[in-house]
């Protein structure tokens, strides 16, 4: 699989976010997006995910299929996108629905129990705590499999046990074939390529 932008240039309202943005990624490949806070790290990924459309430029996904690009993407974006009346359990499944989860994904429970969940399930989530509340959007990765996953900060509120799971999570997801773009402030842990909002695509050491 390969995930390719192309001279993407993007504008919201009348602002102008970013321009003539190129980087292609192969299966196996995680991409670090980095830069200071507005360089259009987030639009990046929301472009990827068909949220945002560029004013020009491609995105390519390949090999080609009937699959829409945006449901061959997960997208994790700030907002955790839990119901606070409704039980952690209950997201997940709410979330199993949505995402369609189809056979290769896991069960919500062994979801629960691998992001250290299990003894909160059945609380109303908005009595979680933001760690607690970061692992369970997380958990929704592993619920459907989808190739490409763009996560926007996706180590924010977790503590070091819980980025070192996420980091397992994602180099399993890469040793599968998967892709990972990843916008981020902190090192994301794992052999990536690094693109610098503000300059050039570059090997992360």
């Known amino acids: ?60 996904l390949s090999p080609r299929s009937d699959m829409p690009r945006a449901e061959a993407i997960h997208y994790l974006g700030h907002m955790d996108a839990l119901k606070g009346v409704l039980t952690l359990r209950e997201n997940l499944v709410f979330w199993s629905a949505m995402l369609a989860a189809a056979p290769g994904g896991i069960e919500i429970g062994e ?40 996560l926007d900060e996706p180590l924010t509120a977790l503590d070091l046990a819980s980025q070192t799971l996420l980091r397992e999570v994602m180099r399993e997801h890469l040793a599968g074939g998967g892709l990972v773009v990843a916008a981020t402030h902190a090192p994301l842990g794992l052999a990536a390529h690094e693109l610098d909002m503000g300059g050039k695509m570059d090997g992360e050491p």
């Open 1 to 60: 699989m390969r995930l390719a932008a192309t001279d993407l240039t993007l504008e919201r309202g009348t602002r102008l976010i970013f321009s003539h943005l190129s980087f292609s990624l192969e299966s196996g490949e995680a991409l670090a997006v980095t830069g200071a806070n507005g360089a259009g790290k987030s639009s990046l990924l929301r472009a990827l995910a068909g949220l945002l459309r560029p004013i020009s430029g491609t995105i390519e």
């Open 111 to 150: 979801a629960l129990q691998r992001f250290g969940l299990k003894s909160v399930a059945d609380l109303p989530a908005a009595y979680l705590s933001a760690g607690q509340r970061r692992r369970a959007a997380l958990a929704r990765l592993l619920l459907a499999p989808r190739p490409v996953w763009c």
